[in-house]
């Protein structure tokens, strides 16, 4: 394990003092697309194993495009979050 010297620690200390509120307004501008991408998703893969269940091919294709829509809100987070990265003050 590497050790650090105070002066180092320090700064440190201080690097993520500064930043630390920074990251937290980014993840905080993600998180609702982030948490409905994952309902949906959860939803999608319910739908699935129901219709796996019952052979139920619209019940299927529902939870297709439940999953997809799922998948996209979350990309849409991650894009808005690197977004949010690039746009420092």
């Not at 990251?23 to 893969?45: A, N």
């Amino acid at each position: 394990m590497m050790r650090m010297s105070p002066e180092e620690k320090k700064e440190l200390d201080d690097w993520v003092e500064k930043e630390y509120p920074k990251s937290m307004k980014r993840i905080q501008s993600s998180t609702p697309f982030y948490q409905i991408g994952k309902f949906l998703i959860g939803i999608g893969v319910i739908m699935y194993i129901i219709s796996a269940i019952f052979t139920h091919n619209p019940l299927r294709i529902a939870s297709m495009v439940m999953l997809l829509i799922g998948m996209s809100i979350e990309g849409f987070a991650l894009v808005k979050y690197f977004q949010s990265l690039s746009n420092e003050d």
